[in-house]
């Protein structure tokens, strides 16, 4: 059975840090582009990071960049999203998603399956 499952959200204080995983089973991740996606209550979900196939090159919503680090291990099937110095407009739940052809990687239009989300809630 194909599935993607997130897990790592958690509630944490501003400047704290996360780690999101997005691990698979049924199928071979490396074969997938990966996204990170968010959506926080009342908005539309936002594109945070992404990872190709192969070589694992990344890209980042401008809002993540420099705080947020996506990287993949193939031997775990899993994709990781270390956050760090998360702030409250860092609240959303995290959704990852796969995708074959990956065109725009912070459009969430481009990807074929997605899992079921992890929430973080950064608060004092």
């Known amino acids: 059975q194909v599935q993607l499952a997130e897990s790592g959200g958690g509630l944490v204080q501003p400047g704290g840090s996360l780690r999101l995983s997005c691990a698979a089973s049924g199928f071979a991740l490396d074969y997938y582009a990966v996204g990170w996606f968010r959506q926080a209550p009342g908005k539309e979900r936002e594109g945070v990071s992404f990872v190709t196939r192969g070589a694992g090159s990344t890209s980042y919503a401008d809002s993540v960049k420099g705080r947020f680090t996506i990287s993949r291990d193939n031997a775990k099937n899993t994709v990781y999203l270390q956050m760090n110095s998360l702030k409250p407009e860092d609240t959303a739940v995290y959704y990852c998603?796969?995708?074959?052809?990956?065109?725009?990687?912070?459009?969430?239009?481009?990807?074929?399956?997605w899992g079921r989300g992890t929430q973080v809630t950064v608060s004092s």
């Open positions: 998603a796969i995708g074959l052809r990956v065109g725009d990687p912070m459009s969430d239009l481009e990807y074929d399956y």
